[in-house]
């Protein structure tokens, strides 16, 4: 016996065992069992979700002598001979190949004929989006006044390209997306039937390849099945050729830091791994759709079919990028899908790579709009600063300010290190900044700058975690919950200090002193020894 597909073999044979249709399937029940069928349904909805199912349970329901609670018994002689393919009141027409007007005269004078063995002459006519004008407009007559042995289901995909006299002469059901548990749930009842061990994770990866999809999902099954009896989601990448969640990952981190190199040799990999371009292009767009999502969506429920180690990782990444980042990175994606219909595949992803590693490259309006809000926020930043330094320095006081000119942000020079006085007097100056009556407020980019040091200096990266920065004049003082900090900026080597305000500058553009933040006293009046001990705290003692 030839071997028979998935989803051939487990194809519902009840409405009861439909999945994910339940607002359908009742409905359909409820009329079947109080006698209430109509001459004409519409099913529409995105592939694999189960019309052609269901018309193939409502053909049998209706001619069903034996009904069970509206289920087709399959045990009379008419579910039998419409399970054999013997009954020839059943009529089968896929309009993608037969959508004439011819064709449908042809159907016209089927129609005109009693049913041979049934109670109803059932036509399905599948993706009837594709009849012509004048086919559709010889089908109309025939749906608005059908002899009364006769039934129409009609499938389509495309319920848009209907014309508004089909619409109104068929009762309608929206077949929706299945759940991906409900798919996973699925997935692992028939590979217990059928002697395979899937994952959790290679069952929700397969979901999600799905994309709502029951008959997509039993397909990427049966795939994996011939591969290996042991699925996990290795397994699934390897057999449709997916670049791997930890590529996605990957890629994205290089476009964050501006690695054009990076990616493009990651592309590479994947070129000679197999991996379609546009499959990778339509992977990388539901990468950051997913990153887009977890950054504005903090609730438990959000719209992500992954696994929990992977939405792990894509909250990680999403705290290092900015939802405009995100925004603009769909946008550049998006025109390259349209560019890929008519181009080289190959080619147009690495521009569209290299586009989103430096938005300067780009033409669109997004990218410039991008690009000069980092500039205004800088200048903000550096005028604020500078009045601030102004108020309390005096006149004779040279304060770091950016004015602006037509440099890009690419353009603007590094802060040059600079020799400080040993680190217990600028942190004494520091101190001595907090009591004046200048005003103090949050670095509200703080991540930002923790981010490009994870990247310059991962030691100070690591000790500055949790911390948080406040701007106060001419000074960047620094709250941070790993003692080891006071250490490391007291110390006579500069690096680290230097590493902070490089970091600061690229993301602030101003160069500021540092100093460690101390939290004002709750009470107006102090006590001389805990303020002697706070002072203490300033300095690494021996």
């Known amino acids: 016996m030839a071997y028979q597909a998935l989803y051939r073999k487990y194809r519902p044979q009840y409405f009861s065992d439909v999945v994910g249709q339940e607002h359908i399937t009742e409905t359909l029940k409820n009329e079947l069992a109080h006698g209430k069928t109509v001459h004409a349904y519409l099913f529409t909805g995105t592939r694999g979700t189960g019309k052609t199912t269901c018309a193939k349970i409502l053909a049998k329901a209706v001619n069903c002598v034996a009904l069970n609670n509206g289920d087709p018994c399959l045990q009379c002689e008419s579910c039998l001979s419409i399970d054999n393919g013997e009954n020839t009141d059943i009529v089968e027409i896929d309009a993608a190949s037969n959508n004439g007007v011819d064709n449908i005269r042809e159907l016209r004078e089927l129609i005109s004929f009693a049913p041979a063995s049934s109670k109803y002459r059932v036509f399905i006519i599948d993706e009837v989006h594709m009849l012509s004008i004048g086919a559709f407009n010889a089908l109309l007559k025939t749906l608005e006044e059908p002899p009364a042995h006769v039934v129409f289901i009609l499938a389509t995909t495309e319920v848009h390209k209907l014309p508004a006299t089909i619409l109104s002469r068929c009762q309608r059901f929206d077949f929706r997306r299945i759940d991906s548990a409900k798919i996973c749930e699925r997935i692992q009842y028939i590979a217990e039937k059928e002697g395979l061990t899937v994952t959790d994770d290679a069952a929700t990866l397969i979901a999600a390849a799905a994309d709502g999809g029951m008959r997509d999902a039993l397909s990427i099954l049966d795939l994996c099945a011939s591969s290996s009896k042991n699925i996990d989601e290795a397994t699934v990448e390897s057999v449709c050729a997916m670049a791997g969640n930890d590529y996605l990952l990957n890629i994205a981190d290089a476009v964050k830091a501006g690695d054009t190199e990076k990616a493009l040799l990651l592309v590479d990999k994947l070129h000679n791994s197999s991996v379609d371009m546009l499959r990778l292009l339509t992977e990388l767009t539901s990468h950051y759709r997913d990153l887009m999502i977890v950054k504005t969506v903090k609730g438990k429920n959000r719209p992500v079919v992954c696994s929990a180690a992977r939405l792990k990782a894509l909250e990680t990444q999403a705290e290092q990028y900015d939802i405009k980042d995100i925004i603009y990175a769909l946008t550049t994606l998006q025109s390259a899908f349209a560019a890929m219909q008519t181009g080289n595949r190959r080619c147009e992803m690495e521009m569209a790579l290299i586009r989103m ?83 103090i407020y949050r670095v509200e980019q703080w991540n930002e700058v923790l981010r490009i040091l994870a990247t ?72 001389p020894l805990s303020a002697f001990a706070d002072r203490l705290k300033n300095f690494e003692l021996n």
Do not use: W
């Open 357 to 439: 590693c430096d938005p300067s490259l780009s033409p669109e309006y997004s990218a410039l709009e991008r690009r000069v809000s980092a500039l205004e926020r800088g200048i903000k930043l550096n005028m604020a600063a500078a009045v601030h330094s102004s108020n309390s320095q005096g006149e004779n006081e040279t304060v770091t300010k950016a004015e602006p000119s037509s440099q890009t942000e690419e353009e603007i020079p590094p802060p040059v290190s600079e020799d400080e006085a040993p680190a217990t007097v600028a942190e004494n100056e520091a101190s001595e900044q907090q009591k004046t009556s200048e005003d």
């Open 456 to 527: 310059e200096c991962p030691l100070i990266a690591g000790v500055l975690k949790d911390s948080t920065a406040y701007i106060k004049g001419a000074y960047l003082l620094i709250d941070a919950p790993n003692s080891q900090f006071r250490s490391l900026i007291n110390s006579g080597n500069s690096y680290y200090r230097d590493s902070i305000r490089k970091a600061a500058f690229a993301v602030l553009g101003v160069t500021y002193k540092l100093g460690p933040y101390t939290k004002p006293a709750a009470d107006s009046e102090t006590d």
